[in-house]
């Protein structure tokens, strides 16, 4: 299994509904989780974070942690077209947590 | 907000020749990162740098790369002999500390030819 893994998608909602994205990982990283937004072109760009089992929300955004399953999502409500963009899952390697791994990402499209 | 730097946005160079990407992480910062994006694949991680030494490489950092913290602020990349497949986008990250979330420049577009 590698890292971290992503469903590459694409993943296509309609305007306002609920994007689910997801992503599970090995016992390779360090159970600390980050998502990442990538616009085609861009840099990645830190969303969300989360450290402990259950959800973390930040406004439209909430990131879950289930580490008996070793699966970390991510979900966006009311999603909108600016949305677009490719997500990316990250954990940092068990250890010293400097390097971290990324998921291949899971192309959302946000459809008017 | 402070953000990470890079310089330049986009670098072309002939195969064989010799590259420095530059980066300035943000100022409060202790880590700081490459990694590289080759187009339509995933972010790979190539080294991480704490207190003026590599803290960590990847198999793909290997000789021909080197990394350098040459003054109080830049931090750079640079690639040896460079090849066709070193086409790739070249990002900077820092974080304040190790396992901490990761802030990413806008990248450098190494294009090679």
């Known amino acids: 299994q590698k890292e971290v893994e992503q469903n590459s998608g694409p993943l296509s909602v309609p305007e306002g509904a609920i994007a689910s994205l997801n992503c599970t990982y090995s016992?390779?990283?360090?159970?600390?989780f980050f998502w990442y937004r990538q616009y085609s072109g861009k840099s990645p760009e830190l969303i969300m974070s989360i450290y402990s089992n259950g959800d973390k929300e930040d406004g439209r955004f909430t990131a879950q942690l289930n580490k008996a399953s070793q699966y970390v999502s991510l979900l966006i409500r009311d999603s909108q077209p600016s949305d677009s963009a490719t997500y990316l899952c990250?954990?940092?390697?068990?250890?010293?947590?400097?390097?971290?791994?990324f998921g291949t990402g899971t192309s959302l499209t946000v459809i008017p | 907000e402070p953000e990470v730097t890079q310089t330049p946005s986009h670098q072309v160079t002939q195969m064989g020749q010799e590259v420095i990407l530059r980066c300035v992480p943000i100022?409060?910062?202790?880590?700081f990162y490459w990694y590289r994006q080759i187009l339509g694949q995933k972010v790979e991680f190539l080294v991480s740098?704490?207190?003026?030494?590599?803290?960590?490489k990847s198999e793909i950092f290997d000789d021909q790369f080197s990394v350098e913290r040459p003054d109080g602020s830049n931090f750079t990349l640079k690639i040896r002999s460079t090849k066709l497949e070193d086409s790739a986008m070249y990002f900077c990250?820092?974080?304040?500390?190790?396992?901490?979330?990761?802030?990413f420049g806008d990248g450098t577009r190494l294009s090679i030819l």
């Open positions: 016992d390779r990283v360090s159970q600390s």
């Open positions: 740098f704490y207190n003026n030494e590599i803290s960590e």
């Open positions: 990250a820092s974080s304040e500390e190790g396992g901490e979330p990761q802030h």
């Open positions: 100022s409060n910062h202790l880590y």
């Open positions: 990250a954990a940092p390697r068990r250890g010293t947590g400097n390097q971290f791994y």
